[in-house]
């Protein structure tokens, strides 16, 4: 089966901070997948640069809007991708920290997207 060929395969990898997230995220990039870093990450280093506030020890619910929409670029790019993806954290997550933030149900955010893969590490 050539690469073209091959389904897009979307995998997250959940779990608490120091879970090891991101050294099995490493490893995979080691042997050849593809990995797509934490969005969390990317929106605290674009905040602290002045470049948004949407810290999450400042406004929770945007930084976890800013997640969701950076998620979902992520997942828009893999979709267009064969073969298989792990995410570190992603649209999960956010939509879990958006509903802690505002009540408005994670499965609510969630339906609006396509799945995962429906193993999850």
């Known amino acids: 089966m ?7 395969l979307r995998v997250v990898l959940s779990g608490c901070s120091g879970g090891s ?3 099995l995220l490493a490893k995979l990039a080691d042997v050849g997948f593809r ?11 674009e905040a602290l640069r002045g470049d948004g506030t949407a810290l999450p020890w400042v406004d929770l619910a945007a930084s976890a809007r800013r997640a969701i929409n950076v998620a979902a670029e ?3 790019v893999a979709r267009e991708e064969r073969g298989w993806t ?9 939509a879990v920290a958006l ?3 505002t009540s408005r149900a994670a499965s609510v955010t969630l339906a609006a997207f396509p799945p995962y893969h429906r ?3």
Do not use: C, W, Y
């Open 2 to 8: 050539t690469n073209m060929e091959r389904p897009s």
């Open 21 to 23: 997230k991101s050294t």
């Open 35 to 45: 990995t797509i870093p934490e969005p969390g990450r990317r929106i605290v280093d």
């Open 74 to 76: 992520h997942l828009r």
């Open 86 to 94: 792990f995410f570190d954290r992603g649209l999960v997550d956010a």
């Open 99 to 101: 509903q802690h933030a």
């Open 119 to 121: 193993r999850v590490f």
